[in-house]
């Protein structure tokens, strides 16, 4: 049974998680602020190899997306998101041979592509790509809020107006309980 206090919904972002490539990495401080980087995908239309390689190197320069010439168009780059007033960041490994995430117990109702691509793959892969360049967001980022999280009203988390998102890896998952979140390019990836 689908837990509906466990409802995903896609964060609206040009990228997805790239799924192939094992280097999502979690950082949490006493200050509050935490940090999940991983290998993002900008979609098919920008250039760039698919990934392949599981140690890629990553252009040392951090610059952020949108401000170099030329940097944006590169399809494969390491991105970091930020969070602030972090309330708990956990990482956690493939405990099954189901996946990653164990789907079942998410509501994927708020992610309107992920029955088409169950029920028929080609369509499905047709339609991702389509809405991703006609949207300019990744219609299945990989990255997710969770609406909705069963949080009494005396709970801190309720008190101060946190919100829960889970970021979906290659071999690990991150659930983040934090406020406001950003993200930001650290550089082009290469040598898949």
């Known amino acids: 049974m689908v837990n509906p206090t466990k409802r995903l919904i896609p964060v609206s972002v040009p990228w997805g998680i790239e799924s192939h490539v094992p280097c999502m990495e ?12 991983f290998v993002g995908d900008f979609g098919p239309h920008m250039r760039g190899r698919h990934a392949a390689a599981t ?25 970091e998101v930020s969070f602030a007033r972090v309330y708990s960041l956990s990482i956690t490994a493939i405990t099954s041979s ?26 499905f892969q047709m339609t991702y790509f389509d809405t991703w360049a006609e949207t300019g967001c990744c219609p299945i980022p990989r990255m997710y809020e969770i609406v909705n ?19 979906i890896g290659h071999d690990v998952y991150a659930e983040v309980v934090g406020a406001e979140w950003s993200w930001v390019s650290l550089g082009a990836v290469l040598d898949f």
């Open 26 to 37: 979690c950082f949490g401080s006493e200050d509050g602020s935490g940090r999940v980087s």
């Open 149 to 167: 999280p069963f949080w009494d009203d005396d709970d801190i988390r309720a008190r101060f107006k946190l919100r829960q998102f889970v970021l």
């Open 55 to 79: 140690n890629p190197r990553v252009v040392d320069t951090p610059l952020a997306l949108h401000t170099d010439s030329g940097f944006e168009e590169y399809r494969f780059q390491k991105v």
């Open 98 to 123: 189901r996946g990653v995430l164990d789907e079942g117990t998410y509501d994927w109702s708020g992610v309107p592509l992920m029955s088409l691509m169950r029920s028929d793959f080609q369509a």
